[in-house]
């Protein structure tokens, strides 16, 4: 673990500040010229942006959308509404879809396993509607289940108006709604992920060519594992692109990579990789605490127990620019005086960690341990001893 300077400051809040994406006030090596019109460069281990272009600009979406179909396909899995082996059918307006498809017709019933498949590794605008019709009774209701969720997840600035991402008047996101799609769908749907790595598909009974993965990174970086392709001639080539390299110290590091608007599916590929490697080498990422490690042991008052133990449940890593993780410097910011009860993971400060004196993250720490109340007697007493204090 690496050593660093601890400070304690107290003040009065009233909860824990939550994760927020955004740049760090510290000052950030500078990223490679990227040939793009939006890029995006995340941390998910340490919730961090490294580097950034024009991250709230609308763009058109293309087959990025279907991170979105997915998402909604792997939580109707989750919930039961439907199985992997379910077949749903292919119906008219499935099987003419236009752009890039996965060659199903009407003849067929194709399991959800294939059409995931289809739309993942294909891209396929047909298996994308057949999911979209099979999960929410018609591409309308569907489209409207995708625009809740959006608005759930918080994606200000994202607009669907249909399931598979051809240019349509108002279907538009931006690199920071993508960025918590992205991280939202790997957190939440890990046992789906397997989708987004896989290099080559083909379904019984249509032709073969469409059967290689867009994602030419997959062939090229044996450390990356997702996500999605997009193009279209207003979008431009996309790729949202993820990569989980093992650290010293730390061990698993996962970064996002969302490069929009490139000029050719190699370039959207080179300038991807450029972004991976310059994050990888550019910065050093550092384990402040291990996953439950108190960060603080307060005291409690009006409680069975004197104190109470406040950290992660996850270990709390933060990424800085290389060679500077010695100078890192933390304070814990809670509740005082905390009183009794507490329930296990209730939020009860941050610890901010600085660099140089400027902001590299603010993590919210909670409840390592439920403190019951203590009885009459011991409530009393401690009123007592905060009157006096």
């Known amino acids: 673990m690496t050593p660093i300077s601890y400070t304690l400051r107290v003040l009065a809040v009233t909860a824990a500040v939550a994760p927020v994406l955004a740049l760090a006030q510290v000052s950030l090596p500078q990223p490679p010229e990227i040939a793009a019109r939006n890029y995006l460069l995340v941390d998910v ?54 752009g890039s498809r996965m060659f199903i017709d009407p003849k067929m019933q194709v399991p959800v396993d294939d059409l995931i498949k289809g739309m993942i590794v294909q891209s396929g605008n047909d298996a994308t509607v057949a999911l979209a019709e099979g999960v929410g009774g018609s591409v309308e209701n569907f489209v409207r289940l995708m625009n809740e969720q959006a608005k759930a997840l918080g994606m200000k600035g994202t607009s669907y108006k249909n399931p598979e991402g051809l240019t349509e008047p108002g279907h538009l996101t931006t690199a920071r709604d993508l960025s918590i799609l992205a991280q939202r769908l790997m957190q939440e749907f890990p046992e789906y992920m397997h989708y987004y790595s896989t290099k080559q598909y083909h379904y019984e009974g249509t032709p073969a060519s469409n059967g290689t993965n867009r994602n030419t990174l997959l062939f090229r970086d044996p450390t990356v594992d997702g996500l999605k392709t997009g193009h279209t001639a207003a979008a431009g080539y996309c790729l949202v692109s993820t990569s989980k390299r093992t650290m010293p110290q730390v061990g698993e590091r996962r970064l996002l990579s969302i490069v929009l608007g490139a000029s050719s599916a190699n370039s959207r590929a080179t300038e991807s990789q450029k972004l991976l ?44 620019p290389a060679g500077s993780g010695g100078k890192l410097k933390t304070e814990v910011v809670r509740q005082d005086p905390l009183i009794a009860p507490f329930t296990k993971g209730q939020p009860m400060g941050t610890l901010k960690v600085t660099l140089d ?24 007493w401690d009123s007592i001893r905060l009157w006096i204090k």
Not at 357 to 367: F, H, I
């Open 45 to 98: 281990t340490a919730n961090q942006v490294l580097g950034a272009k024009d991250i709230d600009a609308p763009i058109e979406q293309a087959s990025l959308t279907k991170l979105m179909t997915g998402y909604l396909v792997f939580d109707a899995l989750r919930a039961k509404k439907i199985t992997l082996e379910q077949r749903f059918p292919v119906s008219e307006r499935a099987w003419k879809m236009p």
């Open 277 to 320: 490697n310059w994050g990888y080498t550019a910065f050093d990422s550092v384990k402040l605490f291990d996953a439950g490690q108190p960060v603080a042991t307060p005291e409690v008052w009006k409680g069975q127990a004197s104190t109470i133990q406040i950290g992660q449940a996850k270990p709390i890593v933060v990424t800085v």
């Open 357 to 380: 004196d400027k902001t590299v993250a603010e993590v919210p720490l909670v409840a390592l341990e439920a403190v019951e109340q203590a009885g009459f007697f011991g409530r009393l």
